[in-house]
């Protein structure tokens, strides 16, 4: 990795480096927290967990090759070179800083309250139609998993797709400071973190602090829809270039037509260009995704046959509105997380379904002080979309129950999962199309797990 030798790492981090001197010219090969994924040449990142400290590992990481690690301890007699800091994350931070400011490399910057990992998605599969493109993996959105992200680009990736979660204030001014992006891209301004950042007023300051730390030359490629969003006149002296569907924006979508859960036809007019392309993923909001896509397309100088390739080669990831079919059933998987604006989403998109729907709705998490009208609102909205069977389970999911009871279709609640599955497959039918959806620690990917077999 260009610069990282195990000298500059120290210096960079402000630790010491204790081990062999004539290694300190040595650069690493790459980065990681998992000791059990460690490789030839890697430097080790000792993280001290609630169960688990990544130093008890130090000793089996140098057997597998591990160039040096991290640690906030003295060492004796270590197997290998270590650099002593006070904080491993906040090195971690400092590493993927120092290493993102030698880097050639176009980072794209997303974030918003729903929508950051499909536009991610979304926007990759156009850029691989013509260039070298790296993607934020998995969860790896946070104050840890995004310098791991940046400290994965080689020098063969020409952009990075980066994906910035955050849940309280300060937290985007951090990951921005590392990832110094060259485009943003923010999908909306929503009630999620309300917990922490109090109402939408507090999320759009929160998500803008990107901004403080974008290149002076950036990008910036917003939801014209979302009433907060508007707002924004210039970053940095540049006009940012909105998109949207209900308002007249410099893209916005002209005619689109839903093809139930197989996808949505849509005629896209970018200033004085149309564009018509299939989204092969459901759902009104996968429009806004792809005109986010559309404009970074053709910012990096793509033609639209190559944005429209790419768009048509889009596929879900699991938990991310991933749909199969198993035992005469559709399944809907969108159990990674929740909140009332993906809820509400989703449940647009099981109402496309043919045959009958069924919810499988859990608890949303950090909601503050809201919680309970905003799951009350999701019940409401599974009426209004006449979804035919609600099933409710949680705790504050009880309130979705009762606004889900303001509708005609049928409407069961489960205190807990566990009391739920032991009816599932009694409750199922053949031919039914099945949404399940629940903040991540409801952990109902186990639903989704046995709905597969």
């Not at 499988?360 to 409401?380: P, S, W």
Request: hydrophobic share 40%; charged share 25%; glycine share 10%.
């Amino acid at each position: 990795m260009r610069g990282l030798t195990l000298e500059n790492i120290a210096k960079c981090t402000g630790g010491i480096y204790v081990g062999d001197e004539a290694l300190k010219t040595k650069e690493i090969t790459g980065v990681e927290k998992d000791s059990r994924l460690i490789e030839e040449g890697f430097l080790y990142l000792p993280f001290v967990g609630a169960r688990v400290d990544g130093h008890d590992f130090i000793d089996q990481v140098f057997e597998k090759g591990a160039l040096a690690t991290l640690s906030e301890k003295d060492l004796e007699q270590c197997k290998g070179p270590y650099i002593k800091v006070e904080s491993v994350g906040q090195a971690l931070k400092d590493l993927a800083e120092f290493y993102r400011n030698s880097l050639d490399c176009k980072i794209i910057g997303i974030t918003g309250s729903v929508g950051k990992t499909s536009t991610k998605e979304i926007i990759a599969s156009v850029l691989n139609e013509k260039f070298r493109v790296l993607k934020t993996e998995g969860n790896y959105n946070n104050e840890i998993g995004m310098p791991l992200t940046i400290l994965k680009i080689r020098e063969n990736h020409e952009i990075a797709v980066i994906e910035m979660g955050i849940s309280d204030f300060e937290e985007m001014h951090r990951l921005a400071k590392v990832a110094r992006p060259d485009v943003c891209v923010i999908t909306n301004i929503g009630t999620c973190h309300l917990e922490n950042l109090g109402d939408r007023d507090g999320v759009f300051r929160a998500k803008t602090e990107m901004f403080d730390y974008a290149k002076e030359d950036c990008f910036v490629v917003l939801n014209g829809d979302d009433d907060k969003l508007r707002n924004v006149q210039e970053v940095h002296g540049n006009k940012p270039v909105f998109f949207g569907i209900e308002t007249d924006q410099d893209v916005k979508a002209l005619e689109y037509s839903a093809n139930g859960i197989l996808g949505t036809n849509v005629k896209i007019q970018y200033y004085d260009q149309t564009f018509e392309t299939t989204i092969p993923i459901p759902g009104f909001h996968m429009i806004y995704n792809a005109m986010a896509a559309l404009c970074i397309g053709v910012h990096f100088g793509m033609n639209l046959e190559e944005i429209d390739a790419g768009i048509r080669k889009l596929r879900a990831i699991s938990g991310r509105n991933n749909i199969f079919e198993n035992k005469g059933r559709i399944v809907i998987d969108d159990c990674y997380n929740a909140n009332p604006m993906s809820m509400e989403a989703s449940l647009k998109v099981l109402a496309n379904a043919d045959g009958r729907t069924v919810a499988i709705l859990g608890d949303m998490f950090e909601l503050g002080t809201e919680e309970e009208a905003l799951h009350y609102h999701v019940g409401r909205v599974a009426a209004r979309e006449n979804i035919d069977l609600v099933i409710c389970i949680g705790t504050l999911s009880k309130k979705t129950a009762e606004g889900a009871k303001t509708g005609s279709g049928e409407v069961l609640y489960f205190e807990t999962k566990e009391a739920f599955e032991k009816q599932m497959q009694d409750l199922l039918k053949d031919g039914d199309t099945v949404l399940v959806k629940a903040s991540n620690g409801m952990k109902f990917s186990t639903i989704v797990a046995t709905l597969k077999e």
